[in-house]
């Protein structure tokens, strides 16, 4: 065994090898703490059939490394892996596969898994600095290592990773973060990075194994010649097509027609080296043009938004509903407001927890005009999502001012480039559509780069998808127009700069105050009102020690208001009543029951309250839904009352006042004033008086 110990952020990241998965091709564990993660690298077979890269990357979250057994009672085992799993495993695979060279096909598996967590560390970030020790210490080509680390604030919680020279990858969430901290964050992070990809290169050089030389096929020059010479002119014309359409594949039709009338006209070369060449001449054309002649795609300039358009309430039923368009991109977005018990529990390794606010992204195949499954969420769709909901998060209001669970649902509708964006901004107008009182309108953009040099590139705002694909990086910015709320960066590169990175968050500002200044024209603030179809929602807080008491025995009290009232009441423990209704009558209806049952009555107050049973010894009266007191027969009238069915029958309303609480909290009613009752005590024997009241008590009692 042999290990490699750094100082990151005033902790101690610990490197082994050699103790666990012998027969994976490199394994490394990784501790910090007692949070300990091992990460294996598998090399596979090639399978150049495939046309990509075929790298999976996994990243396991065992509940048994916080010391937990699975909540349900029919299943222990651990399942699938949860989307937060899900996005962790994107986070290394985005940090590891730009640095694989060109053309390399061979099969790669990264799996990262946590076999211990003590709450303190960030265990993705340890699984992606296992991922690339035992990428370096592998014979795989790659052109690595690279470190990573987590940054967290009030204003901002950053993930970065990088090689020595340059950032490779950015993932981050903000409360108005503005441009100049998050610079700051980066630079900081980066110099933490160089420490850990200098103990990963000590590591190499006492325990690296020999790499594998990769060297990509070359093609013929003699076909390369014959095929751009058939197809040169067909290549320009469909430059010209793509940029007069919006339709996202339309290069893809046109050059599966070009390569094909090639294949045709050239039996004799290989149709795979022949759509190589047509792709590759295809990509150097327009990267060239928009280099040289800062002439996009679509024919824009390279910090011009795409045509917008929007719309709000566009769905009768739904709760909130808008539409977001750039360009071809557009996304329709609902919002579901629903009662607090309606939040999702959440299973991890943090134990369980609960969120309120959920964003779910949906990309269906008919978005690019294809056909496809429909089903499962992608890890794509997974991904998109998440940022999203990170952009809209720290804009919601606080829990206490607008207690519902939030569901949104981002569907594409078409798709042709920074869908993810488009979706932030219809979020923003379908929760003010809904009523939701949001602190400030949250809008997204995405940029690209074409990079030749470090000197010679061009940053591109609003990225459509065929520039994606061409492009060297997709940065995708959101937040408020005082600062960012979420950010993403990948690219194809080796690595960005610091100056160029400062000149695409600039670029991204400018572009999002011209979207919120457009959304905003469609709707300027959230409405004042909810829809009618949505539930409503009244909050009490009560005394602690009443808890009990709204609840029942058993839950026996709090089950009949449920049912009688078709309201939801939900208690916290601190005393907090949350009841959601979509009637008003029945919401007032479970409120007064609530405040009823926990209300602290007071001697000598009044009350017209309802009679709900006649007994031979007087009538007990409904103050509120729940609490009821006795009126005693000889408190009902001045005169004598033989029968208390003759003064009040069931339904009547009674005008009583309290005469008197037991140390039980039961209520003793009286019909009469107090003048009333001193003339009634004065005519009364009070030999008989004592004893009925004694008599009266006892029946009393046993009837509570």
């Given at each position: ?281 295809f990509r150097e054309i327009l990267r060239h043009q928009t280099l040289t002649k800062k002439l996009r795609v679509d024919g824009r300039k390279p910090d011009e938004i795409r045509q917008l358009s929007s719309e709000v309430g566009l769905l009768p039923r739904t709760h909130g509903s808008a539409m977001f ?16 018990n309606l939040e999702q529990l959440i299973e991890d390794l943090e134990g369980e927890t609960s969120k309120r606010y959920i964003h779910h992204y949906i990309f269906p195949p008919f978005s690019v005009g294809e056909c496809g499954r429909i089903g499962f969420p992608s890890r794509r769709e997974i991904g ?65 780069l074409i990079f030749k040099d470090e000197k010679t590139y061009v940053i591109l705002t609003d990225i459509q998808g065929l520039e994606d694909h061409l492009g060297d990086m997709d940065f995708k910015v959101a937040g408020t127009k005082d600062g960012v709320t979420a950010l993403q960066m990948d690219i ?213």
């Open positions: 065994m042999l290990s490699k110990t750094v100082t990151v952020n005033n902790q101690a990241i610990t490197l082994e090898i050699g103790r666990f998965a012998e027969q994976a091709t490199s394994a490394v564990l990784v501790r910090c703490g007692d949070t300990v993660v091992h990460v294996t690298v598998v090399s596979g077979q090639e399978n150049p059939a495939l046309g990509y890269f075929p790298l999976t990357v996994d990243y396991q979250e065992k509940l048994y490394a916080s010391g937990m057994i699975k909540g349900s009672r029919w299943v222990k085992r651990d399942g699938r892996p949860t989307d937060e799993a899900i996005l962790r495993s994107r986070l290394i695979d985005r940090s590891i596969r730009p640095l694989f060279p060109a053309g390399y096909m061979k099969e790669v598996q990264v799996v990262a898994t946590v076999l211990s967590y003590d709450s303190q560390a960030y265990p993705e970030i340890l699984a992606l600095i296992g991922a690339s020790a035992a990428l370096s210490l592998s014979p795989i080509p790659w052109n690595g290592p690279v470190g990573a680390v987590r940054l967290k604030d009030d204003k901002l919680d950053l993930v970065v990773s990088g090689s020595k020279e340059a950032i490779v990858m950015v993932e981050a969430g903000g409360n108005e973060a503005p441009e100049s901290d998050i610079l700051a964050k980066l630079e900081l992070g980066h110099q933490e990075i160089k420490k850990i990809i200098q103990a990963i290169e000590d590591l190499v050089k006492q325990a690296g194994q020999k790499k594998e030389v990769f060297v990509k096929p070359e093609i013929n020059p003699e076909i390369k010649t014959q095929v751009l010479a058939k197809t040169k002119t067909l290549i320009a014309d469909l430059i010209d097509q793509v940029r007069k359409s919006q339709h996202e594949k339309t290069a893809d039709h046109g050059l599966a027609e070009i390569i094909s009338a090639c294949v045709a006209d050239l039996p004799e070369a290989d149709p795979k080296q022949i759509a190589e060449i047509i792709h590759e001449y368009k750039r360009g071809a991109t557009q996304a329709l977005t609902i919002t579901t407001l629903g009662s607090p998109h999502g998440a940022l999203a909901e990170r952009a809209l998060e720290p804009m919601l209001p606080d829990e206490t001012e607008f207690p519902y669970t939030i569901h949104v649902v981002s569907e594409i509708m078409s798709s042709n480039g920074s869908t993810s964006m488009a979706s932030t901004c219809g979020s923003t107008l379908s929760l003010m559509d809904a009523g939701v009182p949001l602190k400030k309108p949250v809008a997204g953009i995405a940029m690209g194809k590169i080796s690595g960005i700069n610091f100056n160029l990175l400062k000149e695409a968050l600039a670029s991204a500002k400018t572009a999002r105050l011209k979207i919120l200044d457009h959304m905003l024209k469609t709707l300027a603030k959230p409405r004042p009102h909810l829809s009618p179809y949505a539930p409503k929602i009244v909050t009490l807080n009560i005394p602690v020690e009443k808890i009990g008491e709204l609840i029942g025995p058993g839950g026996k009290t709090i089950k009949k208001i449920i049912k009688e009232t078709e309201c939801q009441v939900d208690v916290d423990d601190d005393g907090r009543v949350v009841i959601t209704g979509i009637d008003s009558f029945k919401l007032k209806q479970a409120q007064d029951w609530v405040s009823g049952l926990t209300r602290e009555f007071k001697v000598g107050e009044e009350f017209d309250g309802k009679v709900v049973r006649v007994e031979a010894y007087g009538v007990f009266v409904e103050l509120f839904p729940g609490r009821e007191g006795l009126c005693h027969v000889s408190r009902m009238s001045t005169s004598y009352v033989a029968d208390p069915h003759t003064i009040a029958k069931l339904g009547d309303i009674l005008h009583v006042r309290i005469r008197e609480i037991d140390d039980q909290g039961r209520l003793s009613l009286t019909c009469l004033t107090s003048e009333q009752e001193q003339q009634v005590a004065q005519n009364r024997p009070s030999s008989r008086h004592s004893s009925f009241r004694r008599n009266n008590h006892r029946r009393y009692s046993h009837r509570q």
